[in-house]
């Protein structure tokens, strides 16, 4: 049985989100290759298109509330630490509602991994702007330009003390794959920024054209210079280091 | 019959609140039931701390307003208490009181000598007690062995030498007399709160620290009952705990008013995910931050409705400290048996109170639970709809899938008007399954004596008990909230709360459909059997 669940996905033809999920079955269909049974494999989405996710995976799954992904996996995780904790979360998901819990499920090393479905805008309400939508940046809340600077989540996270950080191109499938699988695999917190493309609101797909790889830097300082490069993909920065739970069940013992 | 009730006083940072916990466990162990009341301010040195012992030898849940004797450790705090001090006072002879009968002890200079920092008058204080009201020295030495065990040296040579002051320059007012071999404990109620959960199976704890429910925190991090972590906020707290329950490991949150605010759209998810979650909402005065360190009865309607939408929701309060051992073993119980979250209502006055408790393990039985834990192929149907409206629990490595959203049987996302109009049903049917368990679970405690009686619940209880027995009224401590449960009432009805409405005395008048007089107090304070009997009297 494949890991896809016989709902029929409501996202808008051409959204860049099927290059997520398509990427995540793969990703993840490896990982059920290697023996691991699905029913570890536990995810939750937040709210917003990125949350529908949930209904499609045959898969463990909570289909929480706005921004509370991080918790809801770290919690999962601290009382049953067998299982993989992936968590699916939007730019105003995870970056205006709940961008206090990525922070410090970075800052703790807590083994989940976070996929974030960045399309700089608020798509399932009509489009807002978002915690990472430019200066300037129109939308129905900002009719006469945005305000505010826009958040880099990869420099957030690495200053957060993420151990894996990365980006990718929902419409750059086998390098989506490869960053997916590496991030699942990674022990402890694992974030993933992926550029998906809005049709309906915030169509970026030409930037195809501008996205380059990187090489894994050697020091977060690196790390977070590669990264100011918007179009920039790769695994910026890894490294090892005891995670949450470890800590928390050796503390405890 | 004996009763004894001490207040000693001073500023944080003179050991005010440890001084009492010693006394009452002196007391505990010479047999005696003792209730300690801590009044603290928000703040770390200086300012105004009380702890007020009450020994008895009948069962008591509550402090008195007067005093028998006085422990004064700052001259500034005896104003505070001086029309409540109806028998002597020990004071330090750095200052004057203006009180007879009064000793002064060099209480500084005894501290001093021995080369130790101020906090160690505390020990002199007791050591000075001791010797006028007729306590053994040589027991109290050996409470402190047992409270602080190699340290405890430096306060029992204090101690004793502030006895032997005393024997040369006072006199001794009483003898309390030794009246069994008591175990020389006492119990907070967060404590009891804290053991009760742990009986009932808890795994996993989340709380952010937030007066009065921190020391549920603490007792778990440090006897290591259950995992418990202190998150960023109190929302992590919550949603880790449904993280952890969706895990299949039964989890609890803590925390005060606004606290719990925060954590209302989570309360939420976990009714429509049907997701077990025990919440220790532990009352103090608000709004807002109110005032920090005082008890209050003021979240009664929030906890009952907390949150957006209907899902079934079990409210209950403890009375005393061994009824908070069972009811938050009970409600873990059953946030599990109906998949729904429950709410542990307390307050200040119960967490933070000592009182000699026993727990009745076989009282409370731990539920088997019939979790489905396997893997499966396809997905379960989780949220199968039931006559009942119970479905059967499961955890991964099944593929179970839960949502915030209106779902179908298998945990899948629907706007479909059919499907929502039964999933919704089927949830709420627990509320009658919730029902009929409350009723048979002691949903309130009824005391007979009396055609008119006084209903109350949480801590106010144990003072209440004392005033209505003296005056010949019944007694009703409600337990249960939602759903409320009440006894049949004869004659009038008065209800005793900490709040301006008399939130409980509202809904009581829905049920009964008569009025409800009240005595409510807002004032952070807790009530005396004092206060309730001037209070009863008056009305009648």
Known sequence: MGLRTEVKVSWCPGCGNFGILRAFEKAAGRLVDEGIPRGRIAVASGIGCHGKISDYLRLPSFHVIHGRVPPFLTGLKLANPDLIAVGFVGDGDGLNEGVEHLIHAARRNTDITIFLHNNNVFGLTTGQVTATSPKGAKGKSTPYGNPENPLNPCNLMLVSGATFVARAFAGKHSQLVEIMYSAIKHRGFSFVEILQPCVSFNDFWKIREEIHDIREAESVENALRLCRDKTACGIFYRKEEETFEDAVHRINK | ?540
Not at chain 2, 131 to 148: R, S
Not at chain 2, 224 to 235: G, R, S
Not at chain 2, 323 to 350: C, G, R, V, Y
């Open chain 2, 1 to 540: 019959m004996f009763d004894f009730n001490v207040c000693i006083a001073g500023a944080a940072g003179d050991g005010v609140k440890e001084a009492g916990e010693i006394l009452a466990k002196l007391l505990s162990n010479m047999g005696y039931r003792v209730f300690v009341y801590q009044e603290y301010e928000s703040l770390i040195r200086g300012g105004h701390n009380a702890s007020v012992v009450r020994c008895s030898e009948k069962e008591i849940h509550s402090h008195r307003y007067y005093y028998d004797a006085m422990i004064c450790l700052e001259d500034y705090v005896f104003e505070i208490h001086r029309k409540r001090l109806r028998g002597f006072l020990i004071h330090d002879s750095e200052f004057e009181c203006d009180f007879e009968p009064s000793f002064s002890v060099p209480m500084l200079e005894i501290v001093k000598e021995a080369g130790m920092p101020n906090l160690y008058r505390n020990a002199a204080a007791l050591g000075a007690l001791c010797y006028i009201a007729g306590l053994d020295v040589g027991d109290l030495a050996k409470i402190f062995v047992a409270e602080y065990g190699d340290k405890a040296e430096t306060d029992t040579e204090i101690a004793s030498k502030a006895y032997e002051y005393a024997k040369e320059n006072c006199r001794r007012v009483l003898t309390v007399l030794r009246i069994s071999e008591g175990d020389g404990k006492v119990v907070s109620g967060s404590e009891a709160i804290a053991l009760g959960m742990v009986r009932a199976g808890l795994k996993c704890y989340y709380a952010y620290p937030m007066t009065p429910a921190s020391s549920i925190l603490h007792c778990l991090a440090k006897k290591k009952f259950a995992l418990a972590v202190q998150p960023e906020n109190e929302i992590a707290a919550i949603m880790m705990a449904i993280g952890s329950a969706f895990a299949g490991k039964k989890s609890a949150v803590g925390t005060s008013g606004g606290g719990f605010a925060l954590m209302t759209e989570s309360v939420s998810l976990a009714g429509m995910a049907e997701v077990p979650v025990l919440i220790v909402l532990a009352q103090r005065s608000g709004p807002s931050t109110g005032m920090a360190t005082f008890t209050a009865q003021e979240d009664l309607h929030f906890a009952l409705n907390p949150a957006h939408g209907e899902f079934p929701l079990i409210v209950a309060s403890p009375l005393t400290a061994s009824d908070a051992f069972s009811l938050s073993a009970t409600l873990l119980n059953m946030a599990w048996q109906f998949q729904t979250p429950a709410i542990l209502l307390t307050e200040k006055h119960l967490t933070e109170s000592y009182e000699s408790a026993e727990f009745d393990e076989n009282e409370v039985k731990v539920n088997e639970l019939d979790i489905f834990d396997s893997e499966t192929d396809g997905i379960f149907p989780r949220y199968e709809i039931t006559e009942n409206g119970i479905s059967r629990y499961a955890v991964p490595p099944a593929i179970v899938k839960a949502n915030s959203n209106e779902h179908d049987e298998f945990g899948i996302t629907t706007d479909d008007a059919e499907m929502a109009t039964r999933m919704y049903a089927k949830r709420m049917r627990k509320e009658d399954l919730i029902r009929a368990e409350a009723e048979k679970l002691e949903p309130y405690v009824c005391i007979r004596n009396g055609s008119d009686t006084v209903v109350t619940w949480g801590s106010n209880y144990g003072a209440v008990v004392e005033a209505a027995e003296e005056l010949g009224y019944s007694v009703a401590g409600i337990r249960f909230l939602r759903p409320l449960i009440l006894p049949e009432f004869k004659g009038e009805v008065v209800c005793v709360e900490c709040n301006y409405r008399g939130l409980l005395a509202g809904m009581v008048e829905k049920e009964i459909g008569k009025k409800v007089s009240r005595i409510l107090r807002w004032d952070g304070r807790p009530f005396t059997p004092e206060e309730i009997r001037e209070a009863l009297s008056k009305g009648r």
